[in-house]
C-alpha cells in the first residue's frame, strides 16, 4: 500500500519538491556566466527569484499571458537560460546543456513511492527544428520531436525517465537482453525487488529473455508480443480465428527458467498476441462491440489478460493527454530549450496527480479537488509574487493584453484573493490609502476601508478598533 498523505500542501509547495532551490540556483549560477560569454557588455544579473518569476511568467503562458516583467527583460534571461557551463564539458554527451537538470529531476521522481501496476512507454516532445536527436513515431499524436522513455503509474504519475539518444551502452550490473529490453531493465531499476510489482508495455519492449529477467527479480510483466520473438510457439493464423468468429482465442503455456510463460492470441476486427507470466486467458468476460453488419452492439468475449492490459497500460498516455492540455507553446531557437519548458510542464502536471492522490487519501471528496488550471494558475501565481516585491519599475508602461485585463479587474465590484502562498510570504506586503472604498477581504467582515495592500489589490480594514490587515496576513 501506498503511504497515506497526513496533510494536504499548497500548489507551489508540491512544485518546489521537484525544482527545488537548489537546482534553480544551479540554474542561476550557469545562467549567469553564459549572459557574460555572450556579451561581456551586458551582464544579466540573475536572481534565484526572478529566475523564479520567469518561470512563472511560462507557466502563466500556457494559461494566459501574465505582466510579471518587462519583455525585453524576459527575452534576455530567455536567451541566456542555462542549468550547465559550455566550458570543460564532455561533447561526447548530447544531454550535457541539460544534464544537472535531468539528473535532479530525475531523482526526485525516482523517490516518489511507486503503485503496484506500472507502465513504460515511449513519449514525444514537440519539435520541429533541426537537431540529431529529433525522432519520427507514426502511432503519437506529435509524431515528430524528442523521444523519451517514461515509466509511470496506471495512475499517471511518472517514475523515471531516460531521454533516448540513440545506442546507449548497457551498464555493467545490468544484463543484455537486446535494446529494447534494455531500455525497461534501466528505467525499471527504481521497481522494488520481489514486491511482485506489475509491469506493463508493448511489443517494442517485450522479449522472452526480458520476461525471464524481470520474473527472476520478482517484477511481472504484461504486454503485447510480435510473431518473430515468440520462437517454436505454433498459433493459429488469422484466418482460422477469424472463421471462429469474433472473440475467438488460443492460449500456449511453457516454462522456462523456471518462468511459467503464457500466450494467448485474440481475434476481435483483427488479432492481437500478448505474453505475460501471471495472467491467464480466464476468466473470460464479455465487452461491448459495434458490428457494422449487424450494425448493433454485441458481446464479444474477452480474455482476462487483454482486459487487464488494456485497463493498466495507458499510464504515460494518461499523463501526454494533461500536458497537453495547457502545454506552454514558448519558441526558441536553443534546443535545450524546449525539454526545460516540457520538464516544466511534465512536473507540474506530476504534482497536480500527487496532490489527488493525496486527497483521496485524506478523504476529500473529488468534487473539492482543485482542477489542473486552477492548480497551475496558483504555482504561476505563487512563483511571480511570493517573497517578491511588486513594485512597479520606472518606464513607460506596458499597454500588453494582461494590462487591459487588470484596468477591467479593478472596476469590478470584488477583487479575487490572492493564493495563500502570496498572502503568507510577508514580503512587501505594504499598505495604501486609497480613494476607494472597496470591501473588507478578511473573512466575517463587511466593512468598506479606503486602506488596501499595494501588493495584492484587496482592501483590508486597519483601525484601532479593528485590524484585518494583521489577520489576513498571519492566519
Not at 515528430?144 to 531521454?163: C, F, R, T, V
Not at 501526454?320 to 502545454?327: G, H, K, N, V
Request: charged share 25%.
Amino acid at each position: 500500500p501506498l503511504p497515506k498523505a497526513d496533510d494536504i500542501l499548497s500548489p507551489l509547495q508540491y512544485f518546489f519538491k521537484f525544482f527545488s532551490k537548489d537546482i534553480l540556483e544551479v540554474i542561476v549560477e550557469e545562467t549567469n556566466p553564459y549572459a557574460i560569454q555572450r556579451d561581456p557588455n551586458k551582464p544579466l544579473n540573475l536572481t534565484t527569484k526572478e529566475l523564479e518569476q520567469f518561470l512563472g511568467t511560462v507557466v502563466y503562458m500556457s494559461l494566459f499571458v501574465a505582466d510579471t516583467m518587462t519583455l525585453n527583460r524576459w527575452e534576455t534571461i530567455k536567451k541566456s537560460l542555462h542549468s550547465n557551463n559550455n566550458e570543460g564539458q564532455e561533447q561526447d554527451d548530447p544531454l550535457y546543456k541539460i544534464h544537472p537538470l535531468v539528473t535532479h529531476l530525475t531523482s526526485k521522481l525516482v523517490a516518489i513511492p511507486v503503485s503496484e501496476k506500472l507502465t513504460i512507454d515511449e513519449q514525444m516532445v514537440p519539435f520541429k527544428g533541426r537537431h540529431r536527436l529529433k525522432q519520427y513515431l507514426a502511432s503519437k499524436p506529435q509524431k515528430w520531436g524528442y523521444k523519451i522513455l517514461i515509466m509511470a503509474g496506471s495512475d499517471g504519475i511518472p517514475h523515471n525517465l531516460e531521454i533516448y539518444t540513440g545506442r546507449v551502452n548497457q551498464p555493467p550490473e545490468l544484463p543484455d537482453v537486446g535494446a529494447s529490453g534494455n531500455v525497461v531493465l534501466r528505467v525499471a531499476q527504481p521497481i522494488p525487488k520481489e514486491k511482485n510489482h506489475k509491469l506493463f508495455f508493448d511489443n517494442w519492449f517485450i522479449s522472452v529473455p526480458l520476461v525471464i529477467t524481470l520474473a527472476e527479480q520478482g517484477i511481472r510483466c504484461t504486454g503485447t508480443v510480435r510473431g518473430s520473438r515468440l520462437p517454436g510457439v505454433n498459433l493459429k493464423s488469422d484466418a482460422d480465428l477469424k472463421k471462429e468468429g469474433r472473440g475467438a482465442f488460443e492460449e500456449k503455456m511453457a516454462i522456462v527458467r523456471e518462468t511459467t510463460l503464457l500466450v494467448v492470441k485474440w481475434y476481435d476486427n483483427h488479432s492481437v498476441t500478448l505474453m505475460s507470466d501471471h495472467i491467464r486467458a480466464n476468466p473470460v468476460t464479455e465487452v461491448d462491440r459495434w458490428d457494422r453488419k449487424k450494425k448493433k452492439e454485441i458481446s464479444v468475449p474477452c480474455p482476462a489478460v487483454v482486459q487487464e492490459y488494456n485497463k493498466n497500460v495507458g499510464g504515460v498516455d494518461l499523463l501526454d493527454s494533461l500536458i497537453a492540455l495547457y502545454r506552454n507553446k514558448v519558441r526558441s531557437k536553443k534546443w535545450h530549450h524546449r525539454l526545460i519548458f516540457h520538464f516544466l510542464d511534465m512536473i507540474i502536471v506530476t504534482t497536480w496527480l500527487l496532490y489527488r492522490r493525496d486527497c483521496e487519501g485524506i478523504g476529500v471528496e473529488k468534487k473539492d479537488q482543485m482542477r489542473l488550471y486552477t492548480f497551475k494558475c496558483c504555482i504561476a501565481e505563487g512563483l511571480c509574487m511570493c517573497c517578491k516585491s511588486m513594485e512597479k519599475k520606472r518606464g513607460r508602461p506596458s499597454q500588453s493584453i494582461a494590462g487591459a485585463y487588470e484596468q477591467k479587474r479593478k472596476k469590478t465590484p470584488t477583487t479575487p484573493i490572492p493564493v495563500q502562498d502570496v498572502g503568507l510570504d510577508q514580503t512587501a506586503l505594504w499598505l495604501i490609502m486609497t480613494g476607494d472604498k472597496g470591501r473588507c477581504r478578511a473573512p466575517g467582515c463587511n466593512d468598506a476601508p479606503k486602506a488596501m495592500c499595494r501588493k495584492c489589490n484587496v482592501h483590508l480594514c486597519f483601525t484601532p478598533d479593528r485590524n484585518c490587515f494583521l489577520r489576513f496576513r498571519t492566519e
